[in-house]
């Protein structure tokens, strides 16, 4: 999902590429599940991605704390 945010917002189109160098989503992420350095954009993307089951209006308030602590 952060990936397809990532598209919307920015216009990439090459996901496949950019998921292999940037995705670091896994058990010892540490909070983080991208980290994307775009120099021609002159910009770093640090995300946190959730996905819900259930209709929620927002994510569980520890994914900010984890985010927030990884960077």
Do not use: H, W
């Not at 292999?20 to 021609?40: L, S, Y």
């Not at 259930?54 to 927030?68: D, F, P, Y």
């Amino acid at each position: 999902m952060a990936l397809f945010a990532m598209a919307l917002k920015f216009g990439y189109d090459d996901l496949e590429t950019i998921g292999a160098d940037a995705v670091v989503d896994g058990p010892d992420d540490r909070g983080c599940d991208v980290i994307f350095v775009d120099r021609e954009q002159g910009i770093a993307i640090v995300a946190q991605s959730y996905v819900s089951t259930t209709s929620k209006a927002a994510a569980n308030a520890g994914k900010a704390a984890t985010l927030r602590q990884a960077v």
